[in-house]
């Protein structure tokens, strides 16, 4: 199972900041993910990179970017947070490189709160 | 588009029963992957079990089975001898090489175990 990381697992802002949530694996692995849980647990692909300097908007829109520089780290940013971000942030990654199986492993989460 | 259905929003089960998730999936694919995740509460999603649709046996993992029925596009849990632990969210989860094995989950079901 990967190892793969979040911070902050908390986050509390006002309108308007900067944020960026951090998400890095150790293990390897060419693909990550990342998703938006909402109140009703529904998960939604928001973004998503095969590998370095690879990434794609996922299914559902968001106002956030990303940035893949380094295989391990993935991070995501809102330029200007707003109270409709507040939210649940889960990175995922995969290796799928060399014929592994598609299985993606999940960090802790970040929970956003947008005040 | 793929899509993913677990009918069941909330489950209940006594400590020690044996209680069984449904999912069902639509796709046109022949080759895919099946997933089971379980979210506790505030907590990380973690990897219960994986099928490859290419395989006919269906796969077990300690107190965790599956009933992959292909031809009927049914997928489901079976948790033997439930544990306290095990109370959590569950989704069901689709990808395929044609979506870039993307996760196509379900809205999951919440899994309470009484003691």
């Known amino acids: 199972e990967a190892d793969i990381y979040q911070t902050p697992r908390y986050l509390v802002i006002g309108t308007g900041k900067k944020i960026t949530l951090e998400c890095s694996q150790t293990m390897g692995h060419d693909k990550m993910y990342w998703y938006q849980q909402d109140p009703g647990m529904e998960l939604h692909l928001i973004h998503y990179?095969?590998?370095?300097?690879?990434?794609e908007k996922g299914d559902l829109s968001s106002e956030s970017t990303v940035s893949r520089i380094r295989t391990e780290h993935f991070p995501l940013t809102l330029e200007s947070a707003r109270p409709s971000h507040t939210s649940q942030y889960l990175c995922?990654?995969?290796?799928?490189?060399?014929?592994?199986?598609?299985?993606?492993?999940f960090g802790p989460g970040t929970r956003l709160t947008v005040l | 588009a793929q899509t993913v259905t677990q009918s069941q929003p909330e489950m209940s089960v006594q400590e020690a029963e044996t209680v069984t998730l449904s999912c069902t999936y639509d796709?046109?694919?022949?080759?895919?992957?099946l997933f089971w995740y379980k979210q506790p509460p505030s907590r990380q999603m973690i990897l219960v079990i994986r099928q490859e649709a290419y395989k006919q046996q269906n796969a077990t993992e300690n107190r965790f089975s599956v009933n992959f029925q292909k031809a009927a596009k049914s997928f489901s849990l079976k948790i033997s001898d439930s544990q306290l632990g095990d109370a959590a969210m569950y989704f069901c989860a689709y990808t395929e090489e044609g979506s870039n094995y993307k996760l196509t989950f379900g809205k999951g079901t919440l899994l309470t175990v009484n003691p």
């Open positions: 990179s095969y590998g370095v300097n690879s990434t």
């Open positions: 995922a990654s995969a290796r799928l490189a060399g014929g592994h199986s598609p299985t993606q492993y």
């Open positions: 796709t046109s694919e022949s080759d895919y992957y």
